[in-house]
């Protein structure tokens, strides 16, 4: 394996909140969609470059994922409510996640 062949390709958040997060990671641009695999809980994923970024429900099996930092680069397409730049946001269940809005590349 080349060196550049290393890089991240999943993450999963276990919340108590699923649904608030959802609307929440929605809401700051990432493509969320509902999942479900056979019997398994109902939960959240998108795909960002090659990394599938997962909302799962918390249970007794695997508890809320506690503290936290994550960070998004999303165009301003996806979030025009916020402007271009870095913004610190807090998702429903407290974690910090930074956000970086780029404008769309000149044609």
């Known amino acids: 394996?080349?060196?550049?062949?290393?890089?991240?390709?999943?993450?999963?958040?276990?919340?108590?909140?699923?649904?608030?997060?959802?609307?929440?990671?929605?809401?700051?641009?990432?493509?969320?969609?509902?999942?479900?695999?056979?019997?398994?809980?109902?939960?959240?994923?998108?795909?960002?470059?090659?990394?599938?970024?997962?909302?799962?429900?918390?249970?007794?099996?695997?508890p809320a994922t506690g503290n936290l930092r994550l960070g998004f680069t999303v165009p301003t397409q996806t979030v025009a409510h916020l402007q271009p730049g870095r913004h610190l946001l807090t998702d429903p269940d407290g974690r910090t996640v930074e956000l970086r809005i780029t404008r769309p590349a000149a044609p």
């Open 1 to 62: 394996m080349r060196p550049d062949d290393r890089r991240a390709m999943l993450i999963v958040v276990y919340t108590d909140r699923l649904w608030e997060c959802a609307d929440f990671y929605s809401g700051i641009g990432l493509p969320l969609r509902p999942e479900q695999h056979g019997n398994g809980p109902e939960h959240h994923a998108a795909e960002l470059d090659g990394i599938v970024f997962e909302l799962y429900p918390a249970s007794e099996r695997r």
